[in-house]
């Protein structure tokens, strides 16, 4: 019997199903997205396909030889260490990141590292036209490679073309998702059911050639990847291309990955010919920093595997308004409330009658609870209006009983600082693997309070406002 097709209607911002039409997605909760769809056309091979008898599978034991996958490696440094050491074959790859940000920048300096290396790259552009990108890739120097490129949007097109090429390509690059369509889904191009047919039909071509096809996906303005985020399910790898209009700096950072990490990072620096990598992300977000300022302080930051140091800035000023302003750039503002919090109640600092912004230099973003103890001592700098010693580095975690909490990889935090030419540093007490020193370089903290006096010395702070 042949299957009946059903409709469904299918929100177009998360790809929830629906029974019926409706003006709210209850997925997602937004409005008007839900469209009438077909599910189902094209799963499994095509519309109106009989269900085939299925074959006996065999079945193995979890112990057993172990294939390390076969990767290109790109040598872009900072994109092989992202993908986990270069582009496995046959996997699929989805790039993500804001309109402008540098994902075809990338990936054309990408393909012509690869070129240069001897391998097979395909390059298909659905936004611009073939004019467009060999202009872009002039500018980046990408124009005497043997890449080859195609503007086209149709999937079925672009996949035939790749069968009939003589020698079967080891990269091919889909710029973007969102403008590919397939034969086999009736809705216009950029619904959640075209962007995900076509990305199954690429995902199905990557798998049984071998090739590895990396496709580029919007972002909407919430961060997620735009349309399906059933893509994100289907790829083997997901990489988000961040930065923001202000910086040139730009960070590559893996938020899935079957074959690697997820917590490396990938540092760029967008520059006039092209993406410049930054193998030393330190230097970039410490920059000029001045000598003797109040409110700044150093944290020794971890990305993955890799130590980065940023500065924090901070500035604490009495303020003129019933409610103190509270403003966080690069850092989480309950994070800062809690630390705001602890000085108060177990260091007698009282901020109550200070506004408090609190900046990370260089418009870098931390997610590191370790940068707790950076930002106290900013903090307290900033109102005692004391410069800390510019070659110290801070790190550590501060719990809500005002303690300093250890942290992983202290040993590699201090290396990167001596590094960098730092020569002391105030960490947590009980922090493992720290170089063992006769000087006074490295002060272990206990409690919160203790860097209270140490910081603010013997200086008699305003703080304590309610003993006036
Ligand atoms: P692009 O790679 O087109 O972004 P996306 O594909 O993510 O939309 O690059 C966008 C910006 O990068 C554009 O505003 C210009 C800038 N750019 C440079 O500064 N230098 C360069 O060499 C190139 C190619 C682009
Ligand atoms: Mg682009």
Not at 4 to 29: E, M
Not at 90 to 96: F, Q, T
Not at 167 to 189: G, N
Not at 294 to 313: K, S
Request: some cysteine.
């Amino acid at each position: 019997m042949a299957k009946k097709s059903k409709t469904a209607f299918i929100c177009q911002n998360c790809a929830t199903t629906h029974t019926q039409w409706q003006g709210k997605c209850d997925g997602c909760g937004e409005w008007n997205t839900i469209v009438e769809d077909n599910p189902l056309a094209g799963i499994g091979g095509g519309p109106g396909r009989a269900p085939k008898k299925g074959r006996v599978v065999p079945l193995a034991s979890l112990d057993g030889e172990i294939e390390e996958a076969p990767r290109i490696i790109s040598r872009v440094a900072e994109l092989d260490r992202v993908t986990g050491g270069g582009f496995v074959r046959g996997s699929a790859v989805l790039l993500g990141g804001e309109p402008g940000i540098g994902k075809s920048t990338l990936l054309m300096q990408a393909a012509a590292a690869l070129s240069r290396a001897g391998h097979n790259i395909v390059y298909v552009s659905g936004e611009e036209a073939v004019a467009q990108v060999r202009l872009r890739a002039k500018r980046l120097k990408a124009n005497e490679t043997q890449v080859l490129l195609a503007a086209e949007t149709n999937v079925e097109d672009i996949l035939t073309t790749l069968n009939d090429m003589e020698k079967r390509p080891d990269l091919v690059i889909i710029d973007s998702i969102q403008t590919m369509w397939t034969d086999s889904a009736d809705s216009a191009p950029g619904t959640v059911t075209q962007v995900r047919q076509s990305a199954q039909a690429l995902i199905r071509y990557a798998k049984s050639t071998g090739a590895t096809v990396v496709m580029v996906g919007h972002v909407t303005k919430e961060g997620n990847i735009a349309g399906p985020r059933v893509v994100e399910h289907m790829v083997d790898a997901v990489i988000q291309f961040e930065g923001d209009g202000s910086h040139q700096y730009r960070i590559l950072r893996a938020l899935k990955n079957r074959f690697g990490p997820t917590d490396e990072i990938g540092v760029f620096e967008m520059m006039q010919s092209g993406l410049r990598q930054v193998a030393n992300p330190s230097e970039l977000f410490l920059g000029e920093r001045a000598d003797n300022a109040p409110g700044a302080a150093v944290f020794g930051g971890m990305e993955g595997t890799r130590p980065l140091l940023v500065e924090i800035q901070a500035l604490v000023a009495p303020t003129s308004l019933g409610t103190p302003r509270r403003a966080v750039v690069g850092w989480d503002s309950a994070r800062l409330s809690m630390i705001i919090a602890v000085l108060q109640a177990h260091c007698g600092v009282n901020l109550g009658q200070h506004d408090v912004y609190l900046n990370v230099a260089g418009g870098y973003r931390i997610s590191e609870p370790a940068a707790d103890l950076a930002v106290a001592c900013a903090l307290i700098s900033s109102l005692a209006g004391l410069a800390l010693p510019t070659d110290c580095v801070y790190f550590g975690e501060i719990s809500l009983s005002g303690s300093i909490r250890p942290v992983p990889h202290a040993g590699q935090r201090i290396k990167e600082a001596e590094k960098l030419g730092f020569k002391s540093a105030v960490l947590p007490k009980g922090s493992s693997d720290v170089p063992k020193r006769n000087d006074e370089s490295i002060f272990a903290a206990e409690k919160l309070v203790d860097l209270v006096v140490k910081i603010a010395g013997g200086k008699t702070l305003s703080y304590e406002s309610d003993e006036k």
